[in-house]
């Protein structure tokens, strides 16, 4: 079975630009959050959707947006990129909340 | 890749020991607990998960340890191997944040032949 799949697995972006990040969740799993990791730091909390709503924000400014599909895949958005937006950018996705989050491998951005 | 493991706590053990990773977690409200494995390159891989009714839970070759009374996890490991060798988080899950997972310092764990 396909685990959560992130696309682009790499990007380089310059300051001022802006990044749309694309996930698929595992098939069947309705809830997708999203996570910062910043190198040798854990993973910070971002956003989480459930059936399409938001379903919570963690501490980011309102550059960062998301949103979910009916399909259940998401889209995480930065506008205004900052040279402290470079990390590791990580999709989970769980079944229902309070159920094991699978993780992709995640989308590197570089911000130049 | 790059490591994740920079200037994160390093335990170093023999192939065949045991290994064991403590985790501090942080709201006495958690309910639900998660370790995660990650090696370079790649994102977090579930490993076990306890919620706050259990203080033990085994798996294949792990054990993870609730003590709620002083908010400590611990990740036991047998015979550790050489492709045990990543950094390791812990999780928490606080009731009323959704799915909202807090994680700890991560501990990188190498693996000497």
């Known amino acids: 079975d396909a685990g959560v799949t992130q696309s682009p697995t790499h990007l380089i972006k310059t300051r001022g630009q802006h990044v749309t990040l694309r996930c698929s969740p595992i098939?069947?799993?309705?809830?997708v959050s999203w996570y910062q990791q910043v190198l040798g730091q854990g993973p910070q909390f971002i956003f989480q959707?459930?059936?399409?709503?938001?379903?919570g924000r963690g501490n980011f400014p309102d550059r960062f947006s998301a949103r979910q599909f009916p399909n259940y895949s998401s889209e995480l958005n930065v506008n205004a990129l900052l040279l402290g937006d470079s990390a590791l950018y990580l999709c989970?996705?769980?079944?229902?909340?309070?159920?094991?989050?699978?993780f992709g491998d995640g989308t590197r951005l570089s911000i130049l | 890749g790059e490591s994740v493991g920079l200037h994160l706590p390093t335990l170093s053990v023999q192939e065949g020991d045991n290994s064991i990773i403590n985790c501090a977690y942080s709201?006495?409200?958690?309910?639900?607990f998660i370790w995660y494995k990650q090696e370079s390159g790649k994102g977090p891989q579930f490993i076990i998960d306890?919620?706050?009714?259990?203080d033990k839970r085994q798996g294949q070759r792990v054990t993870v340890l609730l003590n709620k009374t002083v908010k400590h996890l611990s990740l036991q490991i047998a015979a550790t191997q050489p492709g045990d060798s990543a950094v390791y988080f812990c999780?928490?899950?606080?009731?009323?944040?959704?799915?909202?997972?807090?994680f700890g310092t991560g501990t990188q764990l190498k693996v000497e032949l």
């Open positions: 989970a996705s769980s079944l229902v909340d309070n159920q094991p989050q699978h």
């Open positions: 999780a928490e899950n606080t009731p009323g944040g959704g799915n909202k997972l807090t």
């Open positions: 098939s069947g799993h309705k809830s």
């Open positions: 709201n006495s409200a958690s309910d639900y």
């Open positions: 306890i919620r706050s009714n259990m």
């Open positions: 959707y459930y059936e399409k709503e938001e379903r």
